[in-house]
Nanobody, 121 residues
Framework: QVHLVESGGGLVQAGGSLRLSCAAS????????MGWFRQAPGKEREFVAS????????YYADSVKGRFTISRDNAKNTVYLQMNSLKVPDTGVYYC??????????????WGQGTQVTVSS
C-alpha cells in the first residue's frame, strides 16, 4: 500500500514562499511519477504540478508556472513543491499524489492527507 505524508504547509503573506515536502513509502519510489494537486475552499481539486520518475519531465498548471517548482529526491523517497510569490488564490489544501504512470500523474490513485496553505493579503 502506497503511503504519502505531506508537510510544510502554513500561513504566509502574499509574496512569500513555502516549501512542501511529501515522503512516500510502499513501493519503489523511483519507478513512478509524482505530483501535487490542491483544493481551494468551495472548489474542486485541481492539478498543480507533476514530475516524471527520473525528474526529466515536469509539468505545471498555467496558474503556477514561473512561481512553483516541483522536484524529487529518489534517494530520500521525497517529492517537493517550492512555492514562491504566493498569491491569495493559492490558498487551499495541497495533496501529494501518484498513480501508475512513469511520466506524468494524470489520474491519481493515491493521495496524501493534505497540508493546508493559507496566503493572507
Amino acid at each position: 500500500q502506497v503511503h504519502l505524508v505531506e508537510s510544510g504547509g502554513g500561513l504566509v503573506q502574499a509574496g512569500g514562499s513555502l516549501r512542501l515536502s511529501c515522503a512516500a513509502s510502499g513501493r519503489t519510489f523511483s519507478d513512478y511519477a509524482m505530483g501535487w494537486f490542491r483544493q481551494a475552499p468551495g472548489k474542486e481539486r485541481e492539478f498543480v504540478a507533476s514530475i516524471s520518475r527520473s525528474g526529466g519531465f515536469i509539468y505545471y498548471a498555467d496558474s503556477v508556472k514561473g512561481r512553483f517548482t516541483i522536484s524529487r529526491d529518489n534517494a530520500k523517497n521525497t517529492v517537493y513543491l517550492q512555492m514562491n510569490s504566493l498569491k491569495v488564490p493559492d490558498t487551499g489544501v495541497y495533496y501529494c499524489v501518484t498513480d501508475s504512470s512513469r511520466l506524468r500523474v494524470t489520474t491519481p490513485d493515491y493521495w496524501g492527507q493534505g497540508t493546508q496553505v493559507t496566503v493572507s493579503s
